[in-house]
């Protein structure tokens, strides 16, 4: 379907609106966290160091002026869901942020996100589909029951995938957005493949790829700014909710992948949810020669990243080369799908 | 190409996830769609538990097993701090 040039205004300024003010607000936001003192340990250097954050709130404020943008240029509904959803994770991340919540108490709190999400189907129901459609099989039978509960699992899941990947300089930001960016090829070949697909559902993914690049700016190594909880789980829940609303759920599931061997590895390592400050032993120590290495301690969860360092001692730039290496191959198998699923 | 088990790793995570999440939606969620009495309709419930679990606990199975492979092979060489 050819866009009009007023969708390609509101389009450009979803994306440019919450990229600008990112771009502008963080070098002040962040001397304000230096002078409150809201420093946070980088403790993969040697010797550690201090970085400002949480930088969440400001990436929340950013993702809700793009999304207000979509809702109100394109008269739709599907940004105010998926805001709802980010906000109650954005909650619960500050909250952890600011006094630190339990292992488990985190991804029940985030099931809020979901419910609050899914609620607005009652008012809605044309907020999703519950028919996946698979790559070159076609669509499944829809079941709304099991596919809304699984919209509702899937944003604690997700949130906290995206949080597991929040450890190294650079890591969470890089992650989010060649993801968000494989969720926006596939809803945009949804939108060009389905007649009747709402523009909005497209442009929704927009503020997220602004969030995630201007963020990127700052994040990467060495980094500038560190998002805290509230910004990781900020990303993840409003992934999940875009891949719900744009019917890209296969593709998207693609693309996390590393995210999902990362949390399968730590769960099934420490056996359940634990805190990560309380957990007994670190997955990797800096040596002294300056780089990583693998933990040779039984106790320490087993993560992806201590998996690529067992290869070797690693810096934390070449570790998050590696990691975005897997990513991109991940995004790339994303696209691969949705050209699959909806091209051909 | 040091990454290439990895890679492999992950490819296999994600046909793994494709092919269970079709056959999750197109076998085990119809089962006993059209069951009348109360122990049909709790037989293909049970039914869907089952090969739901079984679902999740192959991918479990296959993902330790590649990972324990990868580990073996690069930590074969390498001294124990015991020793």
């Known amino acids: 379907m050819p866009l009009g040039l007023a969708d390609i205004g509101l389009l450009l300024l979803s994306f440019l609106l919450p990229f600008i003010l990112l771009l502008v607000g963080f070098p002040p936001f962040l001397r304000f966290l230096a002078r409150k003192g809201r420093l946070l340990d980088d403790v993969h250097k040697n010797p550690p160091s201090k970085v400002p954050g949480p930088v969440g709130p400001l990436l929340f404020l950013a993702a809700l002026i793009g999304e207000l943008v979509v809702a109100v240029g394109f008269q739709s509904p599907v940004p105010v869901a998926i805001i709802i959803g980010t906000a109650v994770a954005f909650g619960v991340g500050l909250w952890d942020d600011l006094y630190v919540l339990g292992g488990k108490t985190k991804p029940v709190l985030l099931l809020l996100a979901g419910l609050g999400f899914v609620g607005l189907v009652l008012f809605r129901p ?4 519950s028919a996946i459609t698979f790559p070159i099989l076609g669509n499944v039978n829809p079941h709304l029951t099991i596919y809304t509960i699984l919209a509702v699992v899937a944003f604690p899941v997700v949130a906290n995938a995206f949080n597991m990947m929040d450890s190294f300089n650079g890591e969470i930001s890089w992650f989010a957005l060649l993801t968000s960016l494989a969720l926006l090829v596939g809803g945009a070949l949804h939108y060009a493949a389905t007649a009747g697909f709402d523009l909005a559902r497209v442009a929704s993914a927009l503020p997220l790829v602004a969030i995630a690049a201007a963020f990127l700016v700052f994040n990467r190594y060495p980094s500038r700014a560190f998002d805290g909880d509230s910004g990781s789980l900020m990303f993840g829940a409003m992934f999940a909710g875009l891949t719900i609303t744009s019917g890209v759920e296969i593709a998207a599931m693609i693309a996390i992948v590393p995210a999902i061997l990362n949390s399968f590895y730590t769960l099934s390592s420490v056996r359940g949810f634990v805190e990560r ?30 998996l690529l360092l067992l290869d070797g001692p690693l810096s934390e730039k070449d ?15 994303s696209v691969g799908i949705s050209v699959l699923t909806w091209v051909i | ?24 939606f197109d076998f085990v969620v119809p089962v006993g769609s059209i069951s009348h009495s109360l122990s049909d309709y709790t037989l293909s419930a049970l039914l869907k538990l089952g090969l739901t679990f079984g679902l999740v606990v192959l991918w479990f199975v296959v993902m330790i097993g590649m990972t324990r492979l990868y580990v073996r092979s690069k930590t074969r060489n390498v001294p124990s701090s015991s020793s």
């Open chain 1, 126 to 129: 044309s907020l999703y589909s």
């Open chain 1, 277 to 306: 400050r309380k957990m007994a032993a670190r997955p990797t120590y800096i040596g002294e020669d300056g780089l990583l290495h693998a933990s040779l301690d039984a106790g320490a969860p087993s993560t992806l990243v201590r």
């Open chain 1, 319 to 333: 570790l998050v080369t590696n990691i975005v290496y897997l990513t991109l191959l991940a995004c790339l198998f």
């Open chain 2, 1 to 24: 190409m040091k990454l290439l088990p990895v890679f492999l790793i992950e490819a296999t995570a994600f046909l793994l996830i494709i092919a269970e999440t079709y056959f999750f």
